[in-house]
């Protein structure tokens, strides 16, 4: 049971350059997000999901565009990049059920990129 | 606004002795509250969770933590630590009726043999 994978493990960009993070899961879980993790700010929400063709915002989405076109994927984009976006990129997901979602997430072992 | 504080960056304990992680949050609403332990180049690991009822809830690897309503904390404990519990730990908080979870700094727990 592979659960969230996230290619690449690394990327190195070039101020300016675009890139897409991949994301996959196979637990058909409607939500899935996407957290970036620094030094001292523990990690904070990009975008989220709440199932195929529903995003929405997190905490700091500037930079970063998604799209949720099947329950599986959840590409995360970065249109140019940034030095200030150097950070390691966790994707998660995790199963909805009933009226109340409190679901804990299950995390991929992240993408480490650093912009130059 | 909803916050989480871990105010300790690293907490370090000796091999045996009962172990202490703190966290205290803020949200409107029902808090859900939540631990997450991540180990070197790795995801965050689901540890315990408490959405509702026994103030006291146990999760994996022999961890516990105490919901406490009126100082608005949960704590992660565990009565005796070992090596193998030296990790990064995060707690997070989701409000009833959202989607958002926010998580704290996270706290290093080093356990010294």
């Known amino acids: 049971n592979a659960g969230v994978t996230q290619t690449p493990k690394f990327q190195v960009l070039k101020t300016g350059q675009s890139m897409t993070l991949q994301c996959a899961q196979d637990?058909?879980?409607?939500?899935m997000s996407w957290y970036r993790q620094d030094p001292g700010m523990g990690l904070r929400l990009i975008h989220y999901?709440?199932?195929?063709?529903?995003?929405d915002q997190g905490e700091v989405p500037n930079g970063y565009n998604v799209s949720r076109s099947t329950t599986e994927d959840f590409p995360l984009r970065l249109l140019s990049a940034a030095p200030s976006q150097t950070s390691v990129y966790f994707c998660?997901?995790?199963?909805?059920?009933?009226?109340?979602?409190?679901?804990?997430?299950?995390f991929g072992n992240g993408t480490r990129l650093t912009v130059t | 606004a909803q916050s989480v504080a871990q105010p300790e960056d690293q907490v370090n304990v000796a091999e045996g002795n009962p172990l202490t992680v703190k966290c205290t949050y803020s949200?409107?609403?029902?808090?859900?509250l939540f631990w997450y332990v991540q180990y070197p180049n790795r995801g965050l690991q689901f540890l315990l969770k408490?959405?509702?009822?026994?103030?006291l809830v146990k999760g994996s690897y022999g961890f516990e933590a105490e919901f406490n309503k009126s100082q608005t904390s949960f704590h992660l404990k565990k009565p005796s630590a070992l090596v193998s519990d030296s990790a990064l730990y995060f707690c997070?908080?989701?409000?009833?009726?959202?989607?958002?979870?926010?998580f704290g700094t996270g706290t290093r727990l080093k356990v010294l043999a």
């Open positions: 998660a997901s995790s199963y909805m059920q009933g009226s109340s979602y409190n679901s804990p997430l299950h």
């Open positions: 637990m058909n879980h409607e939500y």
């Open positions: 999901s709440v199932g195929a063709g529903i995003t």
């Open positions: 949200v409107s609403g029902n808090p859900y």
């Open positions: 408490y959405i509702t009822g026994d103030n």
């Open positions: 997070a908080v989701l409000s009833s009726g959202t989607y958002k979870y926010i």
